[in-house]
Every structure is written in structure tokens, then in C-alpha cells.
């Protein structure tokens, strides 16, 4: 059949954005076959068993999103009647307004639900608050929580759509999403990429989401950060297979690591891991594996910078990098909102969930 | 008190290498006899034939939760399920609450068991008073009471100076310690196995270091002290590398390993790999949902394949003496939650012999080694004969406790109907190969 | 399934320059004329009807793309592939006169979103629809301004148009369902 996706012929494009630039081809992975065209997720819990036909489809369709964001009215009708809710167990004023922009857009209803001021602080169960908020007519529910694969116990007891929007260490689906989209809409294709993520990859669940997005999507990913912050198994050995774990490279010399890189993405150090002994000092760390000028020049000269935020300006990441012009962190946060809206339209295109 | 005939099995008697097929009699409640075409007036006749009949299983390390969490189990549900598993005898740890670290508690547990209990309750009691780690319990006074060992298990005994002591103290009464080894700065309170699993779903691990640390630790004390340590749940290669050396070398030191331990990893946690080591190790991408499977969180945690390998090879050799199930069942809402907030623990009990003898049917182990790991193995670890003589074997004269197993009965695991209140095990649903047709404690059928 | 040829290339060529015509004619000229295709294969249409109004009229008539995927009232089933892209509307379409360009017009429901589309980029002064086949069987009171063929056909049936630039070939296909 006819139906590859070939981008439509340019068009007297006035209004062209980034978004529309790049048309890099379907089928990529080296990892995994594309399971078929079709959307049939029900959940967005990671992004570990997204094949890379499924990783485009998301980041075409936040294409889309684009385009609707950047009209004078940005409101399309496509999820009137849909009630989304979020329910946020950690405070996080980024991604929550970020979903709950992505839905009123999409003209969905939104409501924020608290872990504190709501029944949950008087120590009702996740799967109560689960219950609850898909007995009040909840059709999807954005769950972000502090400890891993809540979401997934979110989505086994009950029948509404679930999107994870961080769970403890583990994934951060919509984060990496974003990234990669980022990437794309700067620097085309993701296959072939060299990125390197550096800092603590251990408690950080948006670099395990991103490891697997963007090694799905055929690139070099290189992991770099002291010993202490870097979780097992990651570079090899052990019992895992080989599909088990995302194929990335292990470097503890950031120098060496950003060699040549076409994107650099630096995690954000929480100050408890110094207390807690994973390191001897703040300034040990960013004397090792700060993202600074000096270290950028190792880079391509293309080579772009990223951080999910919110920064430790000084820390990981240097003032002059983090507002440099290499630096897309503004974009990443814009996108995020496309990335989520497509999230949402793609898991609730079926209309209301039964 | 009637006699009681079981005819016509293959009799196992391991800790006396006895494999025959024959009769067994019981009466009041002692064994009588063993040997073929016994007859016995007005016996009541249990028909033994392609059965095995043997010693009842001895447990030497269940939680009974009772007194303080009968919500969790008691002491008449906990024994139904060691009996339904084909134990006739349990140790039960001394973290209830109050804490059995007085003989007024040991004399509560021995009461409720005389009235309520399926099967024989051997108590052990706390090393330090409330479990706490700081001071000596009474150690003498609880082993007058009827303790049989000492433990602080659901907590290692995590000051040196303190093991140190209660391992000199106990040579009063001649009482084996049993240190749950864990070393908690190492372990920072990780919740299962630190490896690619444990990173794959970003849980936080421990490693297995933090249990050889202190298994390296007790075993020096061990032998400077000469005095006995029991490792309980031993759950990684080095750890019996370590005990291997050590048994070598003469040192007073046994060892004992769940079932759990010996057929699952730590892969169970996150995949149905239907919890069978074997198969775990395909290498088909894994693209399942990740399960986060509660029923999986046990301490110490369900480990690598080799560790597993390990854990059956020593327990074939002898390095490892005895299965203990560490049954610890709990309520269903303390498993169904957050990983990070389950509780450690699988209900044991009733799967132990048919999860066991899957390594029997992957030709890992021979049924008589089984056996006697369940039986002879424990009593020996423990010095329980001194308690209970010629408890696990069917000598003249021994306890009329006695399991008729049918090796190759299958049978599915369905916790709805587990006696234990603990239903949470990575097992559910699973179809099991070996089954406990009868369990006879005292001459009775229970 | 049997496959019946309604319309050869050339019949869609001489459609689609007849159409030109038609709307250059109704709307007495080119003057704030905007050609609007619906994806996918609207696009391709609106802009060969621009190359053809350009050949005889010398006139460049602005083309946009349209994607009506966030207005529809029809979702489909869950695991076919859905494909929503960017809208691309060349100018302001405020007070200009729209020409919407379909491949097929049947129930009308894919016609109803484009125009809720259209609108929430402005008020246009008005509104025409081109379709290259109408099949009939409309669910809503609507007609199209401009039609290269009507072809009768039952419910059952498929109607498939094919186009050069997204197929590798022009015509336009019918078939009957079995079901």
C-alpha cells in the first residue's frame, strides 16, 4: 500500500516552523520492528517498550500541536468532554500547568487534585485516590508520584487512561519525549546522534526515560557522571540481557565524553546527595562534570544543550551555557506542552475511555 | 490414643538413610515401627501407595506474628498453613508484639500453641530485649521458658560488640544464635536486589555485599568465640562461599535457605517470568509492562540466577543445612501499595515442598536430599533433638510427625485458599509439581 | 475484492482543469482567493487546481493545508493508525473567499470539522467546497460548490482516489465491500 508517510509537499509556507523542517523517515530502530502503525496504548508508563514507528507518531503528531499553539486562539474542541485530572503526590509547577495547558487546548476539562489539602494527606490509600477520582468521571489521569511504578499500580486497578508524569527515580515519559522532540525539531534526525546526559543518572528518572527513547531512536547515547551516581548494570555485565537495559556507554571523564557531541543534557544535582555521601563535595562535582564553556567547545559546533530543570545554575551547568545560544531550555519547556497535548490526544483518540 | 498405619509408601529417612517402600506405624503419637507388611489391630490405615512418606518438615524460620499482629496471622492460622505445607514442627521468630524477649511471651506462645497450634511451635527468642540491638534479652530465662534459639530476625544484630555477647551469653544454655545478615549502612534501605533490575525499574537496591559483610563478620565471631551462629536466609554466592570456608575449616557454622531463594530472582519482580529461575534467562526482549510485583518483596531480596545456582548448589553439598520458608505473611493492603511502601514477605509455608521440588524436576537435587534438608538438616542446624528427641526422623521412639507426599501431583497455587491470612506470593496462579497429601502430627491427622 | 476504474488520469485531469474554471468564473476572478486542500490528498488537489488557474489565468492563487484530525467527531477505533499534522494556511484567511479542496465528499461529517477548523483561524468572507468525487449519502445538510464526478454508489462500497503525488499513479477506484 501507498500509505508511507511521505511529508506533504512544501507548501507556500509563511508561517513554517521548526516543526515542519524535518521529515526523517519512518522505521529506524535497530532495536526493535515497529509493531504495525496502529496507537494502542492505553497508558503512557515509559517509554522502555515504545517501538521507534511509535516515538514518531508521538513526536509528528506534537507537530501538529505546534501549529495549534501558535494560532492567535490556541483551542481546538478535539477533547470536549474529557475530563482529565492530574494528581500530583510532589509539587512540581512546571509539568503539572504543562499538562493542564495541554488539555484545556485540546478542550478537555482539567482538574488539579493536591496530595496535600485532599483526603490523601489523611492517609488514604494511592489506590483509594485512584478509585475516587475515576468514580467522580475521570477519563485519563496524570499521576505524578515519589515512589517508582506507582503509575503502574494506578493503571492495573483501574480503567481510566494513565499517563506517568514521574514516578520516584524511575520514568518521566513526557520529559523524554520532549527532549527528543527538541532534538529533532534542532537538529533533524535523532539516528546517528552523539549525546551525552551527564550528572546523577541514578535518581534520575527523566534520564532512564530519555535512555531508552533515544537509544530506541538510534542514537549514541553516552552516560557520564561520577561512579556514585551512576546505577548498576548500566555499563554491562551482569545477568541482564542485552535488551534489558538501554545500550548506552559509560564515561566518568566528561572532557573525554563530550568530544564531538551533538547534544549535551545535564541533569539537575539535588543538594541531598552530597548529604547523603554520593559525593565529597558540590564543588568537587562541578569542577568534574559542570556543563560549562570550556567543555561545550569539545562539542560539535552545532552541538546543542539541554537540562530538564529546574537548574542549580553554578552546579551542573554553568550560567554562560545555560542562557547561551547553544541552550534549547526555553524550547524545552514550550515543546513540552505540544509533546503533552499529543500524549493526550493519542491516548484518548478513542474517544472516552470505557 | 488409636494407631495410626501408613502403608505401602516409599519410606525416606534421610538423617538415618532409610529408602525403602514399606509401612510406617504410629502410636501414641511416638513411631513404632518401620519396615515392610506391618499389621496393626484397629489401626486406622492410610494407603501410601507411589506416595513417599516421610519425617514431617521441620521449619526453623517462620513468622506466626502472633502476639501483636493477628491481623497478619496467628498462631492457629500460621501452624494450619505448616501443616497444609507438611511441617510439623516451626520455630517462630521473636518479632511480635511484645517482642519474645521475656518468658512471659515464650510461656504465651507455648499456651495458645498447646490449645490452638496444628503442629509443634518451637519458640525462639529475641537476642536483644525489644529487638532493639542495644541490651542482651535474658537469654538463659528464655531458654528455661522453652526457646529453642535466639534471634533478632527481621533486623540483623547490627552491633558487633552486641552478637559478640549474646554469642558468649548463649553458651549458657548451649543455644544456637540466628543472625539475619544485613548490614544496614550498606543495604540504605533498599528495597530489593541492587542490580539491573533494581535499575531498570529505579528501585532503590541493596547489595549483595550488604548481607557477605556480615556473614564474613559472624563467622570471625564465630570462630574466635567457638560458638554457634546459624545464617539465616542465605541469599548470595559469596555469602556461601563464605560458609563453605567455613565449614571447611571446622567453625560452628550452619546455614539455612528459603525456597524463595532457591528458584527466583530478582527478574520476578519486574517480569512474570512465572518465577522459575530457568526460564527467566531467555534472551527474548522483555517488553511486558513492568510489574513492580509486591508479592516479590522479601528480605533479603530474590537475587541473580548465579546466586540462585549458587544457593542450590550448596544446599545439595551440605554447605547450606536446611530450607527454612521465612514465611511472613502480612495483610493485603500491606502489599497492595507502592513498592517502595510494601511490606517484606511471602507466605510461605503452603508452597515450600511443590516450589522445592521443581529443583528436584530440574535435576538439580535428588528427592532424599530434599527431604532431609527439610527434615534431619534443620534438627541438626539447630540442635532441636535436645528439645525434641529424635525429632525429623522416623526412628523408633520419635515424634509421630509424618508428611505423605505425592511428588508428582500437580496442583495451583490459589492464596484465596491458603489456611495462612497471608496471601501475598509471587506463586499465585502458578502450577506447582508435588503436593502434601496428608500431615500426621502426634499420630493425628491434621 | 473487484475494482471498478471510475476515472482514469485523464479523467481526473480534465476534472480538475474544469473545476479551475469554474471557481475562477464564480468568483469572477482570482481577487482573495485562497485554494484551502484537506489532508492528505486535498492538499495535492487545491494545488494542481492552482497550477491550472495560474496556466490560464496568470494568477498565483494561494494554497494552504488543512488537518481536520482535532476536529473530528468520528475517531476512529483505537489501534488504527491516526496521523494528525500541522495546519498550514498561507495568510490570514480573515474577509478572504475559501475554497475548501477535498478528494471525496460522502457523509459530510470530515467537511463540518474543516469548516470548525477553518473558522478558528478567522472569518472568512466565505466558504466553497471543491471535490474531486461526490458519492453522495450525505449525514449532514451540506453540498459541494464544485464536483469533478458524481458516482453513485451504495454503502458498502470503497471509493479510492489515487493520486500521483501520494499514490504513484491518478484515478479513482471503487470497490465493494463484502461485508
Not at chain 2, 516479590?296 to 520458608?325: F, M
Not at chain 3, 479542496?101 to 474543516?114: C, P
Not at chain 3, 478558528?120 to 449532514?140: F, K, S
Amino acid at each position: 500500500m501507498a500509505k508511507h508517510r511521505t511529508a506533504t509537499p512544501p507548501l507556500t509556507a509563511k508561517r513554517s516552523r521548526a516543526a515542519a523542517q524535518t521529515a526523517p523517515p519512518a522505521q529506524v530502530s535497530a532495536k526493535e520492528p515497529a509493531r504495525g502503525d496502529g496507537w494502542r496504548r492505553r497508558h503512557l508508563l515509559d517509554l522502555d517498550d515504545f517501538s521507534a514507528a511509535e516515538l514518531e507518531l508521538v513526536m509528528e503528531s506534537t507537530d501538529a500541536m505546534k501549529e495549534v499553539l501558535a494560532r492567535e486562539v490556541p483551542r481546538v474542541p478535539t477533547l470536549r468532554g474529557t475530563t482529565i485530572v492530574t494528581l500530583f503526590y510532589e509539587a512540581s509547577t512546571r509539568t503539572r500547568a504543562s499538562f493542564e495547558l495541554a488539555g484545556k487546548v485540546l478542550g478537555a476539562d482539567v482538574i488539579n487534585v493536591s496530595a496535600s489539602g485532599s483526603s490523601i494527606e489523611k492517609g488514604e490509600s494511592l489506590i483509594d485516590s485512584v478509585r475516587t477520582i475515576q468514580a467522580i468521571g475521570a477519563d485519563l489521569l496524570v499521576l505524578r508520584h515519589g515512589a517508582s511504578g506507582a503509575p503502574y499500580l494506578a493503571a492495573r486497578e483501574a480503567n481510566m487512561r494513565i499517563v506517568n508524569a514521574g514516578d520516584g527515580w524511575h520514568a518521566h515519559p513526557t520529559q523524554a519525549l520532549l527532549d527528543a522532540y527538541t532534538i529533532r525539531s534542532r537538529l533533524g534526525d535523532i539516528r546517528g546522534l552523539k549525546i551525552v546526559i551527564v550528572g546523577d543518572i541514578s535518581h534520575s528518572r527523566v534520564a532512564r526515560s530519555n535512555l531508552w527513547a533515544l537509544t530506541t531512536l538510534g542514537a549514541e547515547v553516552v552516560v557520564c557522571g561520577p561512579p556514585t551516581l551512576l546505577p548498576a548494570g548500566l555499563d554491562g555485565g551482569g545477568d541482564a540481557n542485552e535488551s534489558d537495559l538501554p545500550p548506552v556507554r559509560v564515561e566518568h571523564d566528561l572532557d573525554r565524553a563530550i568530544e564531538g557531541a551533538d547534544v549535551v543534557m545535564a541533569l539537575r544535582l539535588q543538594q541531598e546527595r552530597q548529604q547523603s555521601g554520593l559525593l565529597p563535595s558540590l564543588r568537587e562535582y562541578s569542577r568534574l562534570y559542570q556543563v560549562n564553556g570550556e567543555r561545550m567547545a569539545r562539542a560539535k559546533p552545532s552541538a546543542i544543550v539541554l537540562h530538564p530543570g529546574p537548574m542549580n545554575e553554578g552546579v551542573e551547568i554553568s550560567a554562560e551555557v545555560a542562557g547561551g545560544t547553544r541552550s534549547l531550555i526555553e524550547e524545552q519547556v514550550a515543546n513540552g506542552v505540544a509533546v503533552r497535548m499529543a500524549v493526550l490526544f493519542l491516548l484518548l483518540q478513542g474517544g472516552k475511555a470505557k | 490414643m488409636p494407631k495410626l498405619l501408613i502403608r505401602n509408601g516409599r519410606i525416606l529417612d534421610p538423617g538415618r538413610d532409610v529408602d525403602l517402600v514399606g509401612d510406617v506405624l504410629i502410636a501414641d503419637g511416638r513411631v513404632a515401627a518401620v519396615g515392610p507388611n506391618l499389621t496393626a489391630d484397629g489401626a486406622e490405615t492410610i494407603d501410601a501407595s507411589g506416595l513417599v512418606v516421610c519425617p514431617g518438615f521441620v521449619d526453623l524460620h517462620c513468622h506466626l506474628r502472633d502476639p501483636g499482629f493477628e491481623y497478619k496471622e496467628t498462631i492457629a492460622t500460621g501452624t494450619q498453613a505448616a501443616a497444609r505445607g507438611g511441617f510439623t514442627t516451626v520455630c517462630c521468630m521473636p518479632n511480635t508484639q511484645p517482642v519474645i524477649d521475656t518468658r512471659a511471651t515464650v510461656e504465651y506462645v507455648l499456651r495458645v500453641a498447646a490449645a490452638e497450634a496444628a503442629v509443634r511451635v518451637l519458640p525462639i527468642g529475641a537476642v536483644s530485649q525489644g529487638r532493639d540491638g542495644h541490651q542482651l534479652a535474658e537469654l538463659a530465662e528464655l531458654a528455661e521458658a522453652g526457646c529453642v534459639a535466639f534471634s533478632d530476625d527481621g533486623a540483623p544484630v547490627a552491633d558487633g560488640a552486641l552478637l559478640r555477647r549474646a554469642l558468649e551469653y548463649a553458651r549458657i544454655s548451649g543455644l544456637t544464635v540466628i543472625d539475619h545478615c544485613e548490614d544496614p549502612d550498606i543495604s540504605a534501605r533498599g528495597v530489593m536486589h541492587e542490580g539491573w533490575v533494581s535499575t531498570r525499574l529505579g528501585l532503590r537496591g541493596q547489595p549483595a555485599s550488604a548481607e557477605e559483610t556480615f556473614v564474613a563478620r559472624d563467622i570471625a565471631l564465630a570462630a574466635q568465640l567457638d560458638a554457634p551462629v546459624h545464617i539465616a536466609h542465605v541469599s548470595t554466592r559469596e555469602a556461601i562461599a563464605l560458609i563453605r570456608t567455613a565449614k571447611e575449616r571446622g567453625l560452628p557454622v550452619t546455614a539455612e535457605v528459603t525456597p524463595h531463594h532457591l528458584t527466583m530472582t530478582h527478574e520476578t519482580v519486574a517480569f512474570s517470568t512465572n518465577g522459575d529461575a530457568a526460564s527467566a534467562s531467555s534472551a527474548e526482549p522483555r517488553t511486558e509492562t513492568l510489574r513492580y510485583d509486591t508479592s516479590a518483596k522479601v528480605n533479603p531480596p530474590l537475587r541473580t540466577p548465579a546466586d540462585v545456582a549458587a544457593c542450590v548448589e550448596a544446599l545439595r553439598t551440605g554447605v547450606i543445612d536446611a530450607i527454612a520458608t521465612d514465611h511472613a505473611p502480612h495483610a493485603d493492603y500491606e502489599k497492595a501499595c507502592e513498592f517502595d511502601v510494601a511490606a517484606f514477605g511471602i507466605s510461605g509455608l503452603e508452597t515450600a515442598f511443590g516450589l522445592c521440588m521443581t529443583l528436584v524436576q530440574a535435576g538439580g537435587l535428588d528427592l532424599p536430599t530434599l527431604i532431609e534438608r527439610l527434615t534431619a538438616g534443620p534438627v541438626r542446624a539447630l540442635g532441636l533433638e535436645r528439645s525434641v528427641p529424635q525429632l525429623g526422623s522416623l526412628a523408633e521412639g520419635a515424634p509421630g510427625d509424618v508428611v505423605v507426599l505425592d511428588p508428582e501431583a500437580e496442583w495451583t497455587v490459589e492464596p484465596e485458599r491458603f489456611a495462612s491470612k497471608g496471601k501475598s506470593t509471587p506463586l499465585a496462579g502458578r502450577t506447582l509439581r508435588g503436593r502434601v497429601v496428608a500431615t500426621v502430627v502426634g499420630g493425628s491427622v491434621v | 475484492m473487484p475494482e471498478d476504474v471510475l476515472m482514469s488520469a485523464d479523467d481526473v485531469r480534465r476534472a480538475i482543469v474544469r473545476i479551475a474554471h469554474e471557481i475562477v468564473e464564480q468568483n469572477r476572478g482570482c481577487q482573495d482567493l485562497i485554494l484551502v486542500g484537506m489532508r492528505t490528498r486535498g492538499v495535492p488537489l487545491a494545488q494542481r487546481l492552482s497550477d491550472a488557474i495560474r496556466d490560464f489565468e496568470g494568477e498565483e492563487v494561494p494554497v494552504g493545508a488543512l488537518d481536520i484530525g482535532l476536529y473530528r467527531d468520528d475517531l476512529p477505533a483505537r489501534g488504527t493508525r491516526i496521523e494528525i499534522k500541522p495546519s498550514d494556511l498561507p495568510e490570514d484567511i480573515a474577509g478572504k473567499r475559501v475554497v475548501l479542496v477535498d478528494d471525496v465528499l460522502y457523509t459530510g461529517r470530515s467537511i463540518r470539522a474543516a469548516l470548525d477548523a477553518l473558522i478558528d483561524y478567522g472569518r472568512p468572507q466565505r466558504i466553497q467546497l471543491a471535490v474531486l468525487v461526490d458519492r453522495g449519502h450525505r449525514e449532514l445538510p451540506l453540498r459541494a460548490d464544485f464536483v469533478g464526478k458524481n458516482i453513485p454508489t451504495s454503502r458498502g462500497d470503497e471509493v479510492l482516489v489515487q493520486l500521483e503525488e501520494t499514490d504513484g499513479i491518478d484515478q479513482v477506484l471503487v470497490s465493494e465491500r463484502r461485508d
